[in-house]
């Protein structure tokens, strides 16, 4: 069974900058979640979709971070502009479906903002 | 107050020994706990999943959480080398809404020496 894709795997941009990562979750999954992780700490959930719909955003910038599932399958989630405080680990996550909290992280996209 | 603690360690130790690593959490609440090991340079990989109070073993690995005190450990049983990583824990409430919102700790970092 494939586990978690997330591309790019490193990306080094300027504050201001625009970013997208990629994430492609386990086939079968319906649950998706995007994750932050700063150096030293743990993960921090951004935003969960069941499908295609946001089941919560709540912790999620909306003035700068935006995240999509259009086809209930792949999930983008974007930065715009970038600040030097995002720099930082973002995890993508997947699980069956709602009922189950075991979830499968994928490698990760590094981002440093300069 | 952090909801979850954890101590980041480094803890560095022989190889054979027992590792004792520990989570507390202040959210009464908290129902699933889990135990996430941690490669450099790549995403979280589930270890351990448990359901409330009690002991759970697998191979190597002990979970054991102590509801009363609201406090959780793994335990490794003669470490490894391979074992080196950071060990994170998180939690979750109970009930259809909190299902897949973990809570994680810091992480601690596990130095084994051959």
């Known amino acids: 069974e494939a586990g978690v894709a997330q591309s790019p795997r490193y990306k080094i941009i300027e504050k201001r900058q625009s970013v997208a990562f990629w994430c492609n979750p386990i086939s079968g999954h319906a649950t998706l979640y995007w994750y932050q992780q700063i150096l030293g700490q743990g993960p921090k959930l951004l935003i969960q979709f069941q499908n295609n719909g946001v089941v919560d955003d709540s912790q999620l910038p909306k003035d700068r971070f935006s995240a999509e599932r259009l086809k209930g399958v792949d999930s983008t989630l974007k930065i715009q502009p970038a600040k030097l405080e995002d720099s930082a680990v973002y995890l993508c996550?997947?699980?069956?479906?709602?009922?189950?909290?075991?979830?499968?992280f994928g490698p990760g996209t590094r981002l440093t903002v300069l | 107050q952090k909801e979850v603690e954890q101590d980041p360690g480094p803890l560095s130790v022989p190889e054979g020994a027992i590792v004792s690593l520990n989570c507390t959490y202040s959210n009464s609440a908290f129902q699933y706990f889990m135990w996430y090991r941690q490669y450099s340079r790549k995403g979280p990989e589930l270890l351990m999943y448990t359901y409330s109070s009690g002991n759970k073993e697998d191979g190597r690995f002990t979970a054991q959480v102590d509801k009363s005190s609201k406090y959780i450990s793994l335990f490794i049983r003669d470490s490894q080398p391979s074992d080196s990583a950071t060990y994170l824990c998180a939690m979750s409430a109970e009930g259809s809404s909190n299902t897949g919102k973990l809570i994680f700790g810091q992480g601690t970092t596990l130095q084994v020496k051959p």
């Open positions: 996550a997947s699980s069956l479906d709602l009922t189950r909290n075991e979830q499968f």
